[in-house]
């Protein structure tokens, strides 16, 4: 079985016309032999349906605060039902095959509460890659809900995706992690975009308050990933197949290595 590419689609993206132009590069990657693993974020989606319920939402250091469990139960069912079903659904009309788990399926990624502060927000404390492995070996894109089986009360925690995907490119010794998102790539100080950058310039930057805010943890994803993977990518997936062009080496972004 080829390595695979882990794939991260950010909340952003997702329902625009950007984000079916991501999904046709996914069917094409597949038919051309690539094995891929998704890991879709869906905060957009999450927030509308909080809204809708009166719920207010509260973002702490680029995180979601799940407060309480009603929070929580939203969050859960939007990122792993209707979020998750419609990536999977959108793959599989257009040829591909797909199939749709939670982190919490088969306790694929282990989680613990971050911090009080954060609430039922989890962070990873490991992996177990077995679901995504079978997946991969009988030919089905895993399509992966940023959710955790929390260890220290065995409950959903909600994860956020970017440290998820990098946690799950590790743990899978991925060929690349590409994180889709719809800003270019890592700025610098004067606001342009790095084309390639050291794990040791990566690190200053966050350190600097160069990278901050929603970038942080994209960086820190790849980061994560360097420990098993040769090559880490953060790519604006507005661009017209993007994920095509970046696994070709043609693309813009910022490549971490």
């Not at 689609?9 to 038919?31: H, M, R, Y």
């Not at 940023?146 to 998820?164: H, K, R, T």
């Amino acid at each position: 079985m080829n390595k695979p590419i882990v794939v991260k689609i950010g909340g952003s993206t997702f329902g625009s016309p950007d984000f079916i132009g991501v999904i046709e590069d996914l069917v094409t990657l597949q038919k051309e032999g690539k094995s891929l693993v998704v890991v879709h974020g869906g905060a957009n989606v999450v927030t509308e349906w909080l809204s809708r319920l009166g719920i207010a939402t509260k973002i702490v250091d680029g995180l979601r605060a799940t407060t309480d469990l009603q929070t929580l139960q939203v969050v859960v069912a939007v990122l792993c039902g209707a979020v998750n079903k419609k990536i999977v659904a959108d793959i599989q009309s257009r040829g591909g095959r797909a199939m749709g788990l939670s982190g919490i399926d088969g306790r694929l990624i282990e989680a613990k509460v971050k911090n009080e502060q954060l609430g039922y927000m989890g962070e990873v404390v490991k992996i177990n890659p077995e679901p995504v492995e079978t997946l991969l070996k009988e030919g089905y894109i895993p399509v992966v809900a940023p959710s955790g089986f929390g260890v220290e009360e065995a409950m959903p925690l909600n994860v956020n995706a970017d440290p998820a995907a990098g946690a799950l490119a590790a743990a899978l010794g991925a060929e690349r992690l590409v994180l889709l998102t719809d800003v270019v790539g890592v700025m610098d100080g004067a606001g342009e975009p790095l084309p390639r950058l050291s794990p040791d310039e990566a690190r200053s930057l966050i350190a600097s308050g160069v990278v901050a805010g929603g970038m942080i943890p994209k960086v820190e994803a790849c980061l994560t990933a360097l420990a098993t993977v040769p090559i880490t990518q953060i790519v604006d997936g507005r661009t017209p197949h993007a994920l095509v062009e970046a696994i070709a080496g043609k693309g813009s972004g910022t490549i971490i290595a």
